[in-house]
């Protein structure tokens, strides 16, 4: 199995964030032409690289979300033909990832309320622009991140409340956030995915950070590197495949996120295609 060394970009270790939680603002199309979004008043996280051994989990069973906060399913998409910019295709898809949940752990009640795209590379600057479209499609993730535990009970409680459910607030029930992540090509070499084992990153690898919009903000955590952490990656994924991570679970004992992002495959091709990716994020809720 091939098993590979490659960087992934951590928060920086900074004397700044002992006094201080780093925090970044994202503007959006609205403001983005008025705000330089990397002045220092406005995005303090810093990031640096660290060399990291990724071991292949292909062909090995042993990985769970209980126990890891990630593992691998066998899924059939639908449609891959579809054009996920539309609005109609990523409704679907949502649609279709709670059905996939429902089943898979047998949900009283799944909510995929986010579905993003990623695309690596640079815009073709001759292509016309459609923001509304463009809007949707974002390259992958820089530093290593995860939701937080004070963000996920705030988070659970605002979606259930918006959508008509309130009546899943009560004892009884598990909570679980969870993503999946899937290439959408044939087989994906340029910037696949990286996934950290849960049991391995310490209390204090973790650093709760700001995530800012016009009106609204959420925290996350950025790591820090540590050369304790277990870090892992499927090799030759294929949109059949789908990454499960866990980012919360309200039961005792099991696994509370999975830190992950992307990272340079040392392995693929010159002439790869460049990475695309729709990943998805779900509230699921079963019975305790």
Known sequence: MPDVTSKLDFLADLDLYKTERPFVFTPGQE??????TGEENLNTVQLEWADVLLKDIRGKEKYSLGDNGF???K?????LSLD???NSAREDYARETEEFWTSYLNAEYTLCYNVKLRRNGYWDPSEPVDLVRRGWLEPPAKGIHDLTFEQAPVLIARK???HGME???QPGYRYRVVNTWRPLLPVIEDNPLAFCDSRSVEPSDLVLADRIFPNDYYTLYFLKHNPKQQWHWLSEQTPRELVLMLMYDTKPGAARFCAHGSFQNPLASKDAPMRQSIETRSLVITKE
Request: zero cysteines.
């Open 167 to 169: 009546e899943y607030l």
């Open 160 to 162: 259930l409340a918006e």
């Open 84 to 86: 996920f910019l539309e």
């Open 71 to 73: 593992e691998v399913a």
């Open 31 to 36: 403001f983005e032409e008025k705000l330089d």
């Open 75 to 79: 899924n059939e998409t639908r449609n």
